[in-house]
């Protein structure tokens, strides 16, 4: 398998429960992080309640303009896009008759399911159709594209959690053929009640805030957000002066045909994407120069006994941690934030201890960092695991400045 | 680019399997049999072409199949076919990647979810339900009854679902990282849809789709998928040619590059919003043809024009376009079958809002 040619990144935006942009997000993630609260947006009748990491203050973008009516994913999407542009030192101005791609993953940002709509559809069989044209309104890549000018591929990624990972992957692959000289690539997604209710109804939802790896993990809490990457060929970034932040150097995915909700007890899935990526980034044959890995890591049973399996037999004594307990599952979100969180502590040479975890698992080999570790190396890994087994990894170098 | 068309599979209105695709193409011979009136809510009966999925019971035992939903037994079923005419469906396929293009995902079992909450309560919401509701549901139960362990992405971007979607799988095989992508869209018909159709287009359904009359609003909701495998270019001629080229655009910025001489095969579906973009982008020069009331008004509508583009490839032959699709369009429409005489085609979508996708497709 041939290397890739290293891709550029830019610029970098991020918002979830840790913070309403990546510097915010560090600063919390290295002073311990927030707690999930009871959902404020909705209800439940769950005689449980089952606490989320939630953001709070809704982003202003889209003031009272065309795109103030949309939904809050495409809301964090736009507010993740415009950090990440403005890190990046672009704009609409500067990007106009460039070929820019968008390229986010998602999974409510693109399912039609408002539950308003549908109780009035089923009572009335007359509702207003506003919920269904803000839904039509709302696709993250389309939005980003129309509002930076975009003129190149624009393509929404719906690989459940994988999704982020994989628009990044393939947002890449677009600088790399040539096609786009900019993309914008990530993930964004919104809390709301029928994926509350629905990993409810998995019982892989803790009522506690969750404990990646730990020996009383009980699952995950959902979470919300979005991050963008900004990745730029190298001819772009060059003629402009503009030093990347980091290098995307590898990308795999790999699917586990398995089982519809759980992984591949052999992790199979995940290991192939973990080869491909390695290969892709010329770093298969020594692990001495990747820092650390930020793992997927939800707090599932099944999920982390697969991840901690795989990384003591692929990536032995690799620092690794799980960032989900700042920020829950943001579910298409997730590959992207836990992308950009990578890259900032591959620039600060240091990774955040794994939140929640405690009390190793006697049955798990390999176990994160239990606080905050300085790490030497060149290299990070971000890997996501998903619905449908699906596995994602991206590696990341560190950039020329 | 050169990615090679080795396979493809459809199902939809018009039937199941290339061979009732291509009998539809001939005016006269077969009429799209699967135009049925389904939805009736507030009293109002709304036509759609349907999908009839029961052939997936030839190639996958019942209790396989048991929890899988009707949005992902068509997808699972296109294929099926796709490597069934291919010759590779007893073949390893873990190598493949999985590719699915989907403009709204699995609207039925969305619902049917919600349903469960209403009726039952948020403690009795169905995991089954939820778990099959994901837009990527569909490429899984492909990977997981095929045993692909390659790349598994689904992509959902409405109308350019279908367009967005190859651009991956001809990334993975122009960079050699799998042998094979199966490749393809799917998108269901639902009530929720069919009441929003009404909310939107009016009630006035017309009995017939007239696509070329792009200043009327004839579209008939469709349901269906159109899979194909797709294979890096080996040397070997491929039974379907070669997809060339895959642009995306929006004409606010930039008109689509036709190639001069390429017939078009026009992804209008009776939507005028979208006719008005045919209307001023296709060129009166190049030869147009058009498809969709064979399958109906469908998101990845751009699946069935590439199938059908696929088969005039392999058969040298531009199928006219199908009857009663309207008159008057001013443009160069295939009125009769012709020789394709090594032509390329470009099969050519808008969206209402002016994006568009085109695939080129050559024979050599």
Redesign the interface.
């Known amino acids: 398998m041939k290397t890739n040619p290293a891709v550029a990144v830019t610029g970098i935006g991020c918002l979830c429960a840790a913070g309403l942009n990546l510097k915010e997000c560090m600063d919390s993630l290295f002073s311990g992080g927030c707690t999930p609260h009871p959902p404020s947006r909705f209800s439940s009748d769950h005689p449980t309640v089952y606490p989320v990491f939630e953001i709070y203050k809704t982003p202003s973008i889209g003031g009272t303009g065309p795109q103030s009516d949309i939904m809050l994913t495409a809301k964090f999407a736009l507010t993740a896009a415009e950090e990440a542009l403005g890190n990046a030192k672009l704009n609409r101005k500067i990007l106009a008759g460039k070929r820019v791609g968008v390229c986010i993953g998602t999974t409510t940002g693109s399912t039609m399911n408002n539950e308003d709509f549908y109780l009035d559809y089923r009572s009335s069989g007359r509702p207003p159709m506003d919920a269904i044209t803000r839904f039509l309104k709302s696709n993250p890549a389309r939005v980003i594209a129309e509002q930076y000018g975009a003129a190149g591929p624009c393509q929404t990624v719906v690989n459940a959690c994988s999704s982020g990972t994989d628009a990044i992957g393939l947002g890449a692959s677009w600088i790399r053929s040539g096609l786009c000289d900019v993309v914008i690539a990530g993930g964004a997604d919104e809390l709301c009640r029928v994926s509350y209710n629905g990993f409810i109804s998995l019982m892989i939802t803790d009522a506690s805030p969750c404990r990646p790896f730990d020996v009383g993990r009980k699952g995950l809490n959902l979470g919300e957000g979005a991050a963008m990457l900004v990745l730029e060929s190298k001819a772009f970034w060059r003629k402009r002066n503009q030093v990347p932040r980091a290098m995307l150097l590898g990308y795999g995915s790999a699917c586990d045909a398995y089982h519809l909700i759980a992984p591949a007890p052999d992790g199979r899935g995940l290991k192939q994407a973990i080869a491909t990526a390695t290969a892709r980034a010329a770093c298969q044959k020594s692990v001495d120069n990747i820092a650390f890995i930020n793992v997927h890591g939800t707090g599932t049973r099944d999920n982390d006994r697969v991840e901690s399996q795989v990384l003591n037999e692929l990536l032995t004594g690799v620092p690794f941690l799980s960032t989900k307990g700042y920020t829950g599952h943001t579910l298409g979100a997730a590959g992207a934030i836990e992308a950009a969180f990578t890259i900032a502590c591959l620039e600060a040479g240091k990774i955040p201890a794994s939140a929640g975890f405690e009390t190793p698992d006697p049955e798990l080999p390999a176990t994160p960092v239990q606080q905050e570790t300085s790490v030497n190396g060149t290299l990070a890994i971000s890997q996501s695991l998903a619905f449908g087994g699906n596995n994602a990894v991206v590696i990341f170098g560190k950039g020329d400045g | 680019m050169r990615i090679a068309v080795q396979g493809i599979g459809v199902a939809g209105g018009f039937g199941c399997g290339a061979d009732q695709l291509r009998r539809a193409l001939f005016p006269g011979e077969i009429t799209p049999q699967n135009i049925l009136f389904e939805a009736e ?2 009293n109002h009966k709304f036509p759609a072409y349907l999908c009839d999925t029961s052939r997936l019971a030839e190639f996958v035992n019942k209790r396989a199949l048991q ?1 899988v939903d009707h949005f992902s037994r068509m997808a699972v079923l296109a294929s099926i076919l796709a490597l069934e005419d291919a010759g590779m469906l007893q073949e390893d396929h873990q190598n493949f990647a ?1 590719v699915v293009a ?1 403009g ?2 699995a ?1 039925r079992t ?2 049917s ?2 349903d469960s ?2 009726d039952d ?3 009795c ?3 089954m339900l ?8 569909a ?3 492909i ?2 009854l ?13 109308e ?1 679902s279908v367009p ?2 190859l ?2 799988a001809c ?1 993975w095989l ?4 799998v042998d094979g992508v199966i490749f393809g869209g799917v998108d269901e018909y639902c009530n ?1 849809l069919g ?2 159709w009404q ?2 287009f009016g009630r006035d359904h017309k009995a017939d789709m007239k696509p070329l009359e792009f200043e009327n609003q004839s579209a008939i909701a469709g349901e269906g998928a159109a899979f194909f495998l797709l294979t890096p270019d080996n040397g070997d001629k491929p039974k379907y040619g070669f997809i060339a080229d895959v642009q ?3 004409v606010e ?2 008109a689509p590059k036709i190639t001069e001489n390429s017939l078009l095969i026009l992804g209008a579906d009776g939507h005028k919003l979208s006719g008005i973009h045919y209307a001023r982008y296709t060129p009166p020069e190049n030869q147009a043809a058009i498809y969709s009331p064979l399958y109906g008004s469908i998101p990845i509508g751009p699946a069935f024009d590439l199938a059908i583009a696929a088969l005039s490839i392999r058969e040298g032959r531009i199928f006219a376009a199908s009857r009663g699709a309207g008159e008057n369009s001013g443009l160069n429409i295939v009125a009769k079958e012709q020789a394709l005489n090594a032509r390329s085609i470009g099969c050519l979508k808008f969206s209402c809002s002016g ?1 568009f996708g085109l695939i080129k497709l050559v024979g050599e």
Do not use: C, W
Request: hydrophobic content about 40%; glycine content about 6%; proline content about 3%.
């Open positions: 809510s507030n929890r999985v989907s709204y995902g609207t969305t619902f979810f919600l909450v209403i309560g948020d403690a919401a169905s995991p939820f778990s099959n509701s994901v837009h990527n549901a490429a899984a139960h990977s997981i095929l045993k692909a362990n390659g790349p598994n992405v689904t992509v959902s971007q409405f350019m967005s979607a651009l991956a990334q122009q960079e050699k990282d929720v009441y929003s909310r939107f995306i655009g929006h910025i930039s994006e």
